[in-house]
């Protein structure tokens, strides 16, 4: 099993950028799907953004589509989220999950329940 340190979060100003990392331990890294969810004070975590164990697809939640760029270096055992054009309404606590390889329904990866492995989250405070 791996195991996820997120990094890279911090205050920036609306329209500004910020690249989280997600740091995996654990040499099989290769057989997860990677997620990124983010939680806001008093509010459900959310899904933000998915990436298959090989990077070549990704799916992203509508209010981050063309905004954030979600992708993986395998031999750097690492997923990186790039948000671009931050809103104040992205402020939460940003969380990197993995799923271990298995047959999903598409909408299984969109829910939090779906992934066994969480790292400890990395706040983004954006100020308008």
């Known amino acids: 099993q791996v195991q996820l340190v997120e990094s890279g979060g911090g205050l920036v100003q609306a329209g500004g950028s910020l690249r989280l990392s997600c740091a995996a331990s654990?040499?099989?890294?290769?057989?997860?799907?990677v997620a990124w969810f983010r939680q806001a004070t008093g509010k459900e975590r959310e899904f933000v953004a998915r990436?298959?164990?090989?990077?070549?697809?990704?799916f992203y939640a509508d209010s981050v589509k063309g905004r954030f760029t979600i992708s993986r270096d395998n031999a750097k055992n690492s997923v990186y989220l790039q948000m671009n054009s931050l809103k104040p309404e992205d402020t939460a606590v940003y969380y990197c999950?993995?799923?271990?390889?298995?047959?999903?329904?598409?909408?299984?990866?969109?829910?939090?329940?779906?992934?066994?492995?969480w790292g400890q989250g990395t706040q983004v405070t954006v100020s308008p």
């Open positions: 654990g040499r099989t890294f290769t057989r997860y799907i």
């Open positions: 990436i298959s164990m090989s990077g070549g697809s990704t």
């Open positions: 999950a993995a799923a271990e390889a298995s047959t999903y329904a598409l909408y299984a990866l969109e829910r939090a329940a779906t992934y066994a492995t």
